[in-house]
């Protein structure tokens, strides 16, 4: 049976409560933690069990964020690999929170490794464009700061959530000078802007971006201006399932968050569409930054062998008669 803290989690990612994708990959390797944890279980077998329905639980949240779906992955992967040999409910408590904690700290770790390594790419006097809430780009921009360059940074409010208010904030109480604008303004400013950073919430293995919907349109009116586009994204933001043919599902979130649904109501033949994401093909994308080091996105096939090579097919596609089946 789910505990409430865990349906709470849950809860809270779909609600958008705990967001941003490396957010949400934390609190589902956290909601595995205290499946474990608090699990009465009397077997083994009964406590993969629990884990595997808080995992499809997880799964159901939110659907475009690839981070979550890997956070789940990387746990249950260390669980039922020590299945066959254990003996006592203790032996996978013990190897389901020793992997949630591995993966929540490798988490942190890799957002503060991109904000050093992408902090390189930031030289004195820049005029800098985000859009949405990134924790990997304010990584980068604090970072930075904190070393002493100075620059300027844009950011897009971010419609209907508006994140980049959250962002406005965080980076002006670092001491950053910020102008937030509309998102339709893009394209007004970008002439003085020198680099764009976005984050990830996937990144597909043609070097495809999924990201927060409007970084399909900055980048193509950055191409069109000659401005570079960085990416800061962790490895597990990287989708193996895309290795495989498969493509990443688009969140379509409720109408409500644009138009009052009484409003809405009232107007004839209209229907309102909200999707969450849009897709960056790689060719308007300079560089993708990662904890392990920034590669062109044309690289992403490299770092998905790299990071899941060591998957088997069966795997794979065992993880995805689960995605698909919790769909239906
Ligand atoms: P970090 C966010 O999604 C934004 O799209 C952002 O670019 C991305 O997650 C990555 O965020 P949402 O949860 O992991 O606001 O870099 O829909 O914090």
């Known amino acids: 049976m789910t505990s409430s803290e865990v349906q709470r989690i849950a809860d809270e990612i779909r609600n958008m409560k705990r967001r941003g994708a490396g957010e949400i990959a934390r609190s589902a390797a956290q909601a595995l933690q205290l499946t474990a944890e608090l699990s009465t279980a009397t077997s083994p077998n009964e406590l993969v069990e629990e884990l595997r329905g808080t995992s499809q639980l997880l799964l159901a949240t939110r659907p475009t964020a690839v981070s979550l779906p890997n956070a789940v992955r990387f746990v249950m992967h260390r669980v039922t690999s020590v299945l066959v040999q254990a003996r006592t409910v203790v032996d996978i408590r013990t190897v389901a929170i020793k992997a949630a904690e591995d993966f929540i700290q490798n988490s942190l770790s890799a957002i503060q490794r991109i904000g050093e390594i992408g902090a390189k790419r930031i030289t004195d006097g820049d005029k800098i464009l985000t859009h949405c809430n990134s924790s990997a780009v304010i990584a980068i921009l604090g970072t930075a700061w904190k070393q002493g360059k100075r620059f300027e940074v844009t950011v897009t409010e971010t419609r209907p959530r508006f994140q980049g208010r959250l962002t406005t904030r965080e980076l002006g109480s670092i001491g950053i000078p910020v102008t937030l604008i509309l998102d339709d303004a893009v394209r007004f400013f970008l002439n003085k802007i020198d680099k764009v950073f976005v984050g990830a919430d996937a990144v597909a293995a043609n070097g495809a971006l ?119």
Do not use: C, M
């Open 210 to 328: 999924v990201n927060k919907i409007g970084t399909s349109l900055i980048a193509l009116a950055a191409h069109e201006a000659r401005v570079r586009v960085f990416v800061a994204a962790e490895t597990y933001k990287f989708s193996p399932e895309t290795l495989i043919g498969e493509l990443i599902e688009i969140e379509e979130r409720d109408a409500s968050e644009i138009i009052d649904p009484d409003e809405l109501s009232q107007i004839p033949n209209a229907t309102v569409r909200n999707p969450a994401f849009d897709i960056t093909p790689a060719e308007y994308i300079d560089l993708i930054i990662t904890e392990k080091g920034i590669v062109p996105p044309q690289a992403a096939i490299f770092i998905l062998e790299q990071e899941f090579g060591l998957l088997t097919p069966e795997e794979l596609s065992d993880y995805h008669t689960v995605r698909i089946s919790e769909q239906d």
